[in-house]
C-alpha cells in the first residue's frame, strides 16, 4: 500500500528525516513512537505531500512521487497521493464559520464534485459513526476537544480516503476525552482502514498495532510486532524512552 526509499528530508543544515525505508501493507495499523523531534511528524506530513522531502521516493497505492521528478509531474502526484490519503492532526483545523456538517461535506462537494445531497447523505452516515449525529448544526465552538476532533477524522472519512494518517490525534485532549477518539480510531482499525499514526497512547500501540515503528533523531531505530517492542527493545534509545513513559504515566 505504501513503500518509501531513501526518503530524506532537511530543513537548512538541519537533517530531519535521514534514508528512511518503510513499507506498509494494506489493513496494517503502524504506530509510530518515538521523542519529541524524532521526525515522526515529518514523515507523515512528507507522505501526505505538506512537506516535499530533500530526496527519495514515496509510492501509495499507484501513485510515485520521486524526488527527480519534473515539478509538473511532481505537483500531480501529490495531487493523487492526497486523493488516497486522509490525514487528522493535532489541532482540529475545523472552520469555526461552519457547522458540522459544513465542516464534512465541504471537501467532497468542490474537491470530489459531489452532489450535495450524496455529500450530506454521506456525512449523516459518517457523523452516526463518530458517534455525532445529534451536533451536525452545532458550530464547533459549541463542542468539547473530544467531540471536535472526532468531527475531523468524519471530515477526513468523507474524501474515502484508503489510509488514514494521525499525528498525535489526542495530544491535545483532556486525558478524560483521549478516549472517545482512540476508540473511533479502534473502529476504523477493526473495518481494515490502512493506517499509520504518530501517538503517545502506549496502550493504544499495544492493543491496535499491527507494528511499532520506533525513530530518534530522523531515523528508524527498530521495528517490530507491539508485545515484542514493549517486553524486549533491542536499543538502548528504545528501552529509556519507553522508561520515560512509563514514568510519564505514573
Partial sequence: M????HLSK????LTVLQDIHLQIRPQEIVVLLGPSGSGKSTLLRCLNGLEEPTSGSIRVGDVLWDGTMKPQAKKQAIRDIRSLTGMVF???NLF??????ENVITAPVTVKNMSKEQAIELAESLLSKVGLAEKKHEYPSRLSGGQQQRVAIARSLAMQPQIMLF???TSA????????????????????????????????????????????EGVIQEEGAPDEFFAKPQTERARKFLRQMAHESD
Avoid: C, W, Y
Wanted: hydrophobic share 50%; glycine share 4%.
Fill in 90 to 92: 493535532q489541532s482540529f
Fill in 2 to 5: 505504501i513503500e518509501i526509499n
Fill in 10 to 13: 532537511q530543513f537548512d543544515a
Fill in 167 to 169: 499525528d498525535e490525534p
Fill in 96 to 101: 469555526p464559520h461552519m457547522t458540522v456538517l
Fill in 173 to 216: 485532549l483532556d486525558p478524560e476525552l483521549t478516549g472517545e477518539v482512540l476508540a473511533v480510531m479502534k473502529q476504523l482499525a477493526t473495518e481494515g482502514m490502512t493506517m499509520i499514526v504518530v501517538t503517545h497512547e502506549m496502550k493504544f500501540a499495544q492493543e491496535v498495532a499491527n507494528r511499532v515503528i520506533f525513530m530518534s
